[in-house]
């Protein structure tokens, strides 16, 4: 059994970075910002390179079968939560969009795998489940970039 590698390519979101910085007339309000503004720059720049290892992924598998595409992608994501796990998101909303991000992600690794597996045992149930599945997840990125954009250009957070 043999998919068009092409619904595997996952849009590259260019995320923008937090536009707000701080005078040298402090408040307390401004050191949230600060913070703010560097949390936004660290997530920023994770999603911005998980993008960049999937599409290097992709260009480096592109003569490769399907499977061995999707446990590369599988991989790439699986990186990628790793990496925003670690980013240290202090403000609150920006805590549960990296979570909601993560758990993308994670789901998008689990799915792929799924479908490698379900190809692999020619489980044409599996497969269609996976399918969905890896659909479902993708799906979600776009919504959850934008969130955290708002997030970040507003620089509240929320």
Do not use: F
């Not at 590698?5 to 937090?18: E, P, R």
């Not at 999603?47 to 992709?58: D, Y």
């Not at 609150?92 to 979570?99: D, F, I, N, S």
């Amino acid at each position: 059994m043999r998919h068009s590698s092409s619904w595997l390519l996952v849009a590259s979101l260019l995320v923008t970075a937090c536009a707000a910085s701080a005078g040298p007339g402090k408040t307390a309000d401004s050191e949230g910002a600060n913070d703010m503004v560097k949390e936004c720059n660290a997530v920023i720049e994770v999603i911005n390179g998980g993008m960049q290892k999937l599409n290097t992924s992709q260009d480096e598998t592109k003569d490769a079968r399907d499977t061995e595409q999707l446990r590369a992608m599988a991989d790439v994501m699986d990186s990628v939560g790793r990496d925003i796990e670690a980013v240290p998101v202090t403000q609150p909303e920006l805590v549960r969009k990296v979570a909601d991000y993560r758990d993308m992600v994670h789901a998008t690794a689990k799915a792929a795998r799924d479908l490698a597996r379900a190809i692999e045992a020619k489980d044409v149930h599996g497969a269609n489940a996976a399918t969905s599945a890896l659909g479902t997840a993708v799906k979600r990125e776009s919504p959850l970039v934008d969130a955290i954009n708002t997030s970040c250009q507003s620089g509240t957070g929320g």
